[in-house]
């Protein structure tokens, strides 16, 4: 009998609830592309509640409108509405959930969004997403229910998710900002991603690009810039390999003795001790991603053997006598200049031109402009805060000046340790200048204390670490943070270096 809902499918149905609230935390945790994500879990609801279609509308805390897509890179699919436009708009102004019969007939209705999607919207059901303040950060939608109109456990349903929602916002770059009370921050395409500077837009082009091959990548930049994120991203983002490991290698805390056996693992008897089998890096990351971080570190010995795997995805166990293949996407990373390795026969040259079949370069963090680093800022001061059990804090304006005026020799890792630092230690909500932790790059007049010397300022009472922790920060500045040629001047490891400056 027509609309009759059986009570399978109805089982079906609870089932896909409740799968749907216990997935979304996860879900959200992804460093995928924001709009996949969204896309992803719009198509859950909509499975969930057995409807047609389902979107999650965003409120963007800046222009106030409600945007279907989060990127920042043109989308012929975004819908963008205006404050208060159709029935969602009416949501996000409200704060009330609209159920419909006809949205057709009711005067708020939009009805562009059907033109411009081809769709036509029947029944209808709209619940606004608010966090544990009551504020409103977006709202959801579905559309269509395939078997009549929603009902009201629906409505609580939608509400209880959309609870759900708000709250995993808040573990993603899509959170508000510090003391917005609406929408969220859109700050970049790539969720845990900061930054929509020009040039990270076209970081984000050619990362997007580099995630639909399967093509080797090559990611350079200076030490602290987030290279390991971006390689997440290329992985999270591959249709092919998003559902299998992520492995990585850091090629700078391995001797070479190691560095083999951790890569291609060893046969028994390989070597005293190896008593079993042990399968390396390589085969775990099979059908997944290899991601080879400081690759410019590894010894010549290791180069010989990593290009036959970059070549023809073959290698062989340490003690081992035949060839091993695996089916593997490698991405490696460098902060160093490989073209001067190899001039100097430091870097084997066909290993060169195997990596950098897509080469990615991400910016320094004083590139992309002091805007950028206050958003990086406010980030970071809302994750930590949260995460410390803080509550609300804000940047004074000495502190802001600070940290527009810094020009971050460590990149967003220092940036990131000086908010959490900043974070911990300040005894009050707000956090000032003192408290960042960051040098003194400014002269000073004599009523003002010690001038600088050679860019090192250091007044008399500072403990005798703090003097190490300036002189280093102030060393790799000079040295426009180069770790290897930091570590050679100061006469210590690189290791060591990375101990010292955090």
Not at 74 to 85: D, E, N, S, T, Y
Not at 154 to 163: K, P, T, V
Not at 263 to 292: M, P, S, W
């Amino acid at each position: 009998m027509l609309g009759l809902v059986l009570p399978s499918t109805l089982l079906q149905e609870q089932s896909h609830k409740l799968s749907l609230l216990l997935d979304l935390g996860a879900m959200l945790a992804r460093e995928v592309e924001l709009d996949a994500l969204l896309s992803a879990l719009s198509s859950r609801i909509a499975e969930a509640l057995r409807a047609e279609r389902a979107t999650l509308y965003l409120v963007d805390d800046t222009t106030n409108e409600l945007v279907s897509h989060v990127t920042t890179l043109p989308v012929i699919g975004q819908i963008r509405l205006p404050a208060g436009k159709g029935i969602a708009g009416y949501v996000a102004e409200t704060g009330e959930v609209v159920n419909l019969r006809d949205a057709s007939t009711d005067p708020r209705f939009f009805s562009e969004v059907d033109r411009r999607t081809g769709f036509r919207s029947k029944t209808m059901l709209t619940a606004p997403i608010r966090d544990s303040r009551r504020a409103i950060r977006g709202v959801v939608q579905v559309i269509n229910r395939a078997d009549g109109p929603f009902s009201t456990e629906d409505e609580a349903f939608l509400l209880a998710l959309a609870a759900q929602v708000a709250q995993a916002l808040e573990g993603t770059t899509l959170r508000p900002a510090t003391g917005s009370s609406r929408g969220v921050s859109l700050r970049g395409p790539f969720n845990h991603i900061v930054g929509s500077s020009e040039p990270m837009r076209a970081v984000y082009e050619q990362i997007q690009r580099a995630a639909s091959t399967d093509a080797t990548v090559l990611l350079r930049g200076e030490t602290g810039v987030g290279k390991g994120l971006f390689a997440r991203a290329i992985h999270a983002n591959s249709k092919k390999r998003a559902a299998r490991e992520l492995v990585t290698v850091d090629c700078t805390t391995l001797p070479p003795t190691l560095i083999e056996a951790e890569l291609f693992g060893h046969e028994k008897g390989a070597f005293t001790g190896a008593d079993r089998r042990v399968i390396g890096k390589v085969e775990r990351a099979h059908e997944g991603t290899l991601f080879l971080d400081e690759v410019g570190e590894l010894a010549p010995a290791v180069q010989a053997k990593l290009l036959r795997l970059v070549q023809e995805r073959a290698f062989e166990r340490v003690g081992g006598r035949s060839a091993q293949h695996t089916d593997v996407r490698i991405v490696a990373a460098t902060h160093r200049d490989l073209e001067a390795m190899v001039s100097r026969a430091e870097f084997r040259q066909d290993l060169f031109y195997r990596l950098r079949v897509v080469e990615i370069t991400i910016p320094p963090l004083r590139s992309r402009g002091a805007d950028e680093v206050l958003r990086l800022c406010e980030h970071f001061l809302a994750m930590y805060a949260r995460r410390h059990g803080r509550g609300d804090m804000e940047l004074t304006a000495s502190a802001r000046r600070t940290l527009g005026e810094h020009d971050w020799p460590g990149n967003v890792r220092e940036l990131e340790h000086a908010i959490e630092r900043a974070v911990v230690i300040a005894p009050a909500a707000r956090i000032e200048s003192a408290h960042l932790g960051l040098p003194v790059t400014r002269a000073r007049s004599s009523s003002e204390g010690p001038a600088l010397v050679h860019g090192v300022h250091l007044p008399m009472g500072l403990s005798l670490a703090e003097v190490e922790r300036r002189y280093v920060a102030a060393t790799l500045a000079h040295e426009h943070g180069n770790v290897t040629r930091t570590a050679q001047s100061l006469g210590i490891s690189r290791n060591r270096l990375k101990r010292k400056k955090g």
